[in-house]
């Protein structure tokens, strides 16, 4: 079997902040050549595909200064320190929603963009939601939006590019493929 791993031989740690840490790695190339790899470096993540009684799935409305735009996404949030993906998903659907639930689902883990960041995102599935009679406290600065779509609609806002996001439209090709809805 061919050798085709990269071996580290510097780190240097360019900026530490609030979501993601920022290095550059020095790298030894399987031909022995040598290149510089620039790595975002990412707690992790959850995110919660949350289907109401009456079939509608609970998405939030967010502006992405990134993207300088507002998407429709799933609600998803990122892990806290020594934080069980589990506990994450529950207390981001909490957050985001308004919602709860007793049964979450796992249903896959992905990399986002393993180009450049370590970021792995867990999804997980609910239709046993229960309003908060108190609504949680979420992010100071996170100012969302609920909507709640069918899955024809989901796949409307695709189209339009609305929804926009990998995890989101995981979820949906997820949902249209079970059929269930």
């Known amino acids: 079997m061919k050798n085709i791993e990269e071996k580290t031989i510097h780190t240097e740690k360019i900026y530490e902040g609030k979501i993601i840490d920022l290095q550059v790695d020095d790298v030894v190339l399987p031909d022995g ?5 620039e790595i975002v470096k990412h707690p992790g993540a959850v995110a919660i595909i949350p289907i109401t009684k009456d079939k509608k799935i609970v998405f939030v409305k967010q502006y992405r200064k990134p993207l300088e735009k507002t998407l429709v996404e799933i609600p998803a949030g ?8 589990l506990a994450a998903a529950i207390r981001e ?8 639930t007793k049964e979450l689902n796992f249903v896959t883990s992905f990399y986002t963009s393993p180009g450049f960041a370590d970021e792995l995102i867990y999804i997980y599935i609910t239709d046993t939601l229960e309003k908060l009679e108190t609504p949680v ?37 997820y949902l249209h493929a079970l059929g269930r809805m």
């Open 33 to 37: 050549e040598k290149a510089k790899r």
């Open 78 to 85: 990122k892990l806290d320190d020594n934080e069980q993906p």
């Open 93 to 100: 659907l909490e957050e985001e929603t308004g919602y709860t």
């Open 137 to 173: 406290q979420g992010d100071d600065d996170e100012f969302i939006e609920i909507i709640e779509l069918t899955l024809d609609e989901a796949k409307q806002y695709v189209e339009e590019e609305k929804i926009h996001d990998a995890k989101t439209n995981y979820a949906i090709l």
